[in-house]
């Protein structure tokens, strides 16, 4: 479990960016994923007091603070206004309602987790971050970076009203997944993001290949097969939505 | 660093070191229906209401929870003698490890949600894992209580 000596509940997102520079500081998300870690610290920077745990709308896109909950995004109207119900088939999974009160939509793209139903779902949706230092950049240039202990403020989705499919296979209906995919349809074509490879998840057009591996909940094989059921699931779904 | 909790609608203040859970925390204070149960946010055993919404006190820090309403099954003795009963009827309990952490998931969907829906009742109690049943009997025993509630 992790240890540290000192707690502070920072007052400006400046001060949590000062803090975090020294690698005996970390910074607490919902400490779901963090607490796990056997790291011992010299102090642990809250970003609980900020008010980054709002799910807003502005002209061209939805602004979700980096603390909001899985659970409020799971249960949020204006979510479901552009996305349908794909947020909550995808995060339904994700351990049990009171884990989603902890864990925070910030601390699952910043921990860059190869298994994350969560980085799957918001590449397709062409997700961008709002970092203190760096401003914003793709959530897809992202993951390909190195972690450069900035602070993540904003996810901000764009409001194009897009379909967009979630599946993933999983041993129990609570476990981490084998393999999750999300889909959705573009002018040009089909896109995929491909989650659990066991790698943390890339976005593809429908036949450019994937690279899968190995590790306990799957097989590589397994997963280059199973992949092909998943986009024949959400491609049908989603010509089904089109066709009405 | 001292921290002070309201617990119960009780005031509990104490020295404490800044890592401490606050399941440990509760469990050092006799609030003995928080179980120990993986203490890796997998199992709901440790479940405890925050402001009214069940989190796992395995995973959330004593001194986070300062300015939050705590609540543990010693304090929810009368809504979890009503949902209890008909979960002991079901002869659901076995050991009995995993009940608080079930009743206190139990309390919240039923405060949110008075009449949720099979499927719901499944989705809520998904995060509590139980070695010795197979869930069936903690479903029907919710199922008859929401009946029982909505023919009242
Ligand atoms: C038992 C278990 C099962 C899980 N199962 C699944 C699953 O099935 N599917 C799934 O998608 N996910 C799963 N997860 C991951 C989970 O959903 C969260 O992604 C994870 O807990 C991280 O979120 P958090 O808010 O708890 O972040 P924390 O644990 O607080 O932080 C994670 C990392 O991000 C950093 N951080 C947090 N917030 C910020 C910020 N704003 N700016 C900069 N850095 C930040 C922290 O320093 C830390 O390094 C699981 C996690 C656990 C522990
Ligand atoms: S003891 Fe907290 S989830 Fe298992
Ligand atoms: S009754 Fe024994 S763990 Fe559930």
Not at chain 1, 19 to 37: A, D, E, P, T
Not at chain 1, 118 to 124: G, K
Not at chain 2, 97 to 115: H, K, Q, S, T, V
């Amino acid at each position: 479990m992790i240890r540290f000596e000192n707690y502070i509940r920072v007052k400006t997102v400046k001060e949590a960016y000062e803090r975090n520079q020294s690698f005996q500081n970390v910074v607490g998300g919902g400490m779901m994923w963090l607490h796990l870690s056997e790291g011992e610290y010299d102090t642990l920077i809250d970003l609980c007091d900020l008010g980054l745990d709002q799910i807003e709308e502005e002209e061209t896109y939805l602004k979700i603070g980096a603390m909001t909950t899985l659970s409020q995004l799971e249960n949020s109207e204006r979510i479901k206004e552009y996305f349908g119900s794909t947020f909550e088939d995808c995060l339904k999974h994700i351990v049990g309602v009171q884990f989603r009160n902890s864990a925070t939509i910030g601390g699952s793209i910043v921990a860059r987790l190869g298994f994350s139903d969560i980085i799957t779902l918001l590449l397709p949706l062409e997700t961008q971050l709002r970092f203190y230092s760096q401003g914003q950049i793709s959530l897809q240039d992202y993951l390909s970076g190195k972690n450069q202990r900035d602070i993540l403020e904003y996810i901000l989705i764009p409001k194009k009203k897009k379909t967009i499919r979630f599946e993933s296979i999983r041993r129990t209906y609570t476990d981490t997944a084998v393999l999750n995919v999300c889909g959705t349809k573009e002018e040009d074509g089909y896109r995929f993001a491909v989650g659990a490879r066991p790698g943390v998840a890339i976005l593809v057009k429908e036949d450019e290949e994937v690279l899968f591996g190995d590790n306990q909940r799957g097989s590589k094989e397994y997963r280059k097969h199973v992949y092909e059921i998943l986009k024949k699931r959400i491609k049908e779904s989603l010509e089904e939505e089109t066709c009405g | 660093m001292r921290i002070e909790l309201n617990i119960n609608s009780r005031k509990v203040c104490a020295d404490i070191d800044p890592d401490m859970t606050l399941q440990k925390f509760l469990r050092e204070k006799k609030y003995y229906s928080v179980k120990c149960g993986c203490e890796t946010s997998n199992c709901g055993a440790c479940s405890v209401l925050l402001d009214g919404k069940p989190v796992l006190s395995c995973s959330v820090l004593a001194v986070r929870a300062q300015g939050y309403r705590i609540e543990t099954l010693e304090g929810l003795k009368e809504e979890a003698e009503e949902i209890g009963a008909f979960i002991a009827d079901e002869g659901a309990d076995q050991c009995g490890f995993c009940n608080p952490g079930f009743m206190i998931a139990a309390i919240a969907l039923f405060r949110e949600d008075p009449e949720p829906s099979d499927e719901k009742i499944r989705i809520y109690l998904s995060g509590n894992l139980c070695r010795c049943s197979g869930y069936e009997g903690q479903m029907r025993g919710l199922i008859k209580y929401r009946d029982q509630r909505r023919t009242a």
